[in-house]
């Protein structure tokens, strides 16, 4: 791809372009190109490049430069900035590095190209089947990721052994762009995103989208209370000297908001008395509107508001007298339970202690990264933490396993792709530490029965860790709960239980979360069921139809009971029945139930699924007690027998 873009769109610079998931990816810089940048409608004529290029059948060959200068050199005179950056990297990483390009076609061939590459590759372009891949998008890319560096293209593609896998490939993007939960979303009035007026990242929760979150939440609660978990709660914000005690000011600060000025009182008393203020007024700014002010870490606004009889606190804002606390929106829930641990003494009896949290976190993600609920800058972790001794990490570990298994079945993912990261090369903790750490790792995962693959070196620098994936409808992949231990936190924090003998001793922490946040798992599960919700989980289960105003007394009558049973119901009315029907499906409503006249006299409900299976009229009291058991046994569908239809459904 690289050389047909370079052919079609000369003074394009290269620089990455790795392998992905279903394909690949390249990066390019095309600021210099006299056409302009690259457009989606480009990509058919690169690919047409591109078969010309595999069935001329040109070889690939291995050159071996030694030393980096004569790649240096190379480099330089095909004017490629990025390649020399690359060529950099490697020599400083192994100042011996043998540097290796390759090249495809001969010298003197006109489709000659070559990169600075380790290799290996197949011998010919010919060993690429010219039918079976496809160029999908362009984008942009920072270079390396770092918005102070030059915006390049990115062009995405994926390739296959076979035509038909580029076909079944095809069909199953189409299916997960009908699946897409960003356009469910909004059809389904279940969230927005709102970036032009609120910023991006942030989700608004419509009334159908919360009553989904919040039937997963309750559940969620319920469950870990009866498995021994204890439910915290934690500030959304904190100063920033915890996050530093953490760690996370030295190694997570890109991914954190920016830091805020806070008056914590004395100090804007102090500040105030600074520029000449009487302490009663300082105190007065220190509780007051001045206490807002300095909250927004912003002293030239407060300067410019200040008059001659101005506020003590602005004043001292302005002559750089106030000296303020930093506080710091939470990235994570952590370092908030390690502080409830160390709020009182611990002995080794009141171990393990498992809390666990709903915690919402804020974190700074690039604009370009953010993705529906899938990438955004406010979430909610289900995060819990246990805190235990050594010898109790392997049925801990089991125990998170367990529960990870029932939840995720009870939303019906049942397939996984476990994987055990181990210590990496930079890690904190002793060699013993790390043994008796994944030894209980692996422990749990055998006694759970679980096949699993082995990340080597893949683990947190702070300990192992189990990662799964789940499996949806369609057979993609997405990464959820985790489950990592630390020994870091314990050790920054200083935190202690004393033993049988009264020493006081490290404590080992375990984190953990199985939904990964609860905006990312909304996201899976309206895409895994395609919008159309499980009966226990839908925004809307039963959708009342009445055929006319008679019957709609009926109707708000058994909705009435319904809500008393918990059920979510809704009452449609001044529409024609086809139009009801309609709507109730595309809303994707597990139940309909026709009320005309004949059932208000009976007392029954002419009942009707989504997707057009009809099972007749029942009794109103059969009907809520179906949905009752639904409910309590979290069951994806009615369990109702099929009867004739109801004359009233009939007529209608």
Not at 59 to 78: F, H, I, T, V, Y
Not at 195 to 216: E, N, T
Not at 222 to 251: K, M, Q
Not at 521 to 546: D, H, K, M, S, T
Request: with cysteine.
């Amino acid at each position: 791809m690289a050389m047909a873009v370079q052919k079609l769109f000369p003074k394009t610079q290269v620089t990455i372009g790795p392998w992905i998931d279903r394909g690949f990816y390249y990066d390019f810089d095309t600021r210099n190109v006299e056409s302009g940048p690259l457009t989606e409608g480009d990509l058919k004529k690169i690919r047409r490049e591109m078969q010309r290029l595999v069935r001329r059948d040109l070889p690939l060959r291995r050159e071996d430069l030694g030393s980096g200068a004569e790649a240096r050199a190379r480099l330089e005179a095909a004017g490629e900035p990025y390649k020399l950056e690359i060529l950099d990297s490697i020599l400083q990483r192994d100042p011996g590095a043998d540097v290796t390009i390759y090249h495809v076609g001969e010298d003197d061939d006109p489709d000659h190209w070559w990169d600075l590459c380790a290799g290996p590759h197949v011998p010919s372009t010919g060993a690429i089947n010219a039918e079976a891949f496809d160029l999908e998008s362009v984008a942009g890319a920072y270079w390396r990721g770092d918005s102070a560096r030059p915006m390049l293209q990115r062009v995405y593609g994926t390739a296959w052994s076979s035509p038909d896998q580029l076909r079944a490939y095809a069909r199953l993007k189409q299916e997960a762009a009908r699946r897409d939960h960003r356009r469910l979303g909004q059809d389904l009035d279940l969230f927005s995103l709102r970036p032009d007026s609120a910023g991006g990242g942030l989700v608004f929760w419509h009334p159908k989208g919360a009553a989904v979150r919040s039937v997963v939440e309750d559940y969620w609660r319920s469950l870990h209370v009866r498995r021994g978990y204890e439910l915290v709660y934690s500030p959304h914000i904190a100063r920033a000297d915890l996050w530093r005690t953490s760690g996370h000011l030295d190694f997570y600060s890109d991914s954190m908001f920016s830091r805020i000025l806070v008056d914590d009182g004395e100090k804007a008393a102090a500040g105030a008395e600074g520029a000449g203020a009487d302490g009663e007024g300082a105190a007065a700014a220190a509780t007051g509107a001045g206490a807002a002010g300095a909250s927004n870490g912003a002293p030239p606004a407060a300067a410019a508001a200040a008059s001659s009889n101005r506020d003590p606190l602005a004043a001292a804002q302005a002559d750089n007298a106030y000296v303020g606390t930093e506080y710091q929106l939470k990235p994570m829930n952590c370092p908030f339970h390690v502080e409830i641990f160390r709020d009182r003494p611990r002995s080794y009896r009141d171990l393990p202690v498992r809390w666990a949290e709903l915690g919402t976190v804020y974190r700074y993600e690039q604009s370009g990264a953010l993705h529906g609920l899938f990438r955004v800058r406010g979430f909610t972790q289900d995060d819990a933490h246990i805190f235990c001794l050594p010898g109790q990490i392997a049925a801990e570990i089991k125990g998170v396993l367990d529960l990870i298994e029932e939840i995720l079945s009870t939303f019906g993912f049942s397939k996984y792709e476990v994987n055990l990261s181990t210590r990496p090369e930079q890690s904190v903790g002793s060699d013993a530490a790390w043994a008796t750490a994944e030894a209980a790792l692996v422990e749990a995962l055998d006694a759970k029965g679980w096949a699993y693959s082995v990340d080597a070196g893949g683990g947190a620098f702070y300990g192992p860790k189990i990662d799964l994936k789940i499996q949806d409808a369609i057979g993609r992949k997405w990464q959820c709960s985790t489950v990592q231990l630390d020994f870091n936190l314990p050790e920054r924090f200083g935190l202690s239980y004393t033993d049988a003998d009264n020493a006081p001793q490290r404590p080992i922490m375990i984190h953990r979360a199985i939904f990964g946040s609860i905006e990312r798992f909304f996201g899976i599960l309206v895409e895994n069921y395609a919008g159309a919700f499980p009966l226990w989980l839908a925004p809307v289960q039963v959708r009342l139809l009445p055929v006319n105003d008679d019957a709609a007394a009926y109707a708000r009558a058994v909705a009435d009971g319904l809500r008393a049973e918990g059920v979510r119901v809704e009452v449609m009315e001044r529409a024609s029945i086809a139009k009801m029907v309609r709507t109730a499906e595309r809303a994707k409503t597990p139940v309909m139930c026709v009320v005309g006249q004949r059932e208000a006299e009976r007392g029954e409900l002419s009942v009707r699924l989504y997707g057009g299976a009809d099972l007749g009229s029942h009794a109103t009291a059969d009907v809520v007690a179906a949905l009752r058991r639904a409910n309590a046994g979290r069951s994806a569908a009615l369990d109702l027998p099929k009867v004739e239809a109801a004359a009233a459904a009939a007529e209608a």
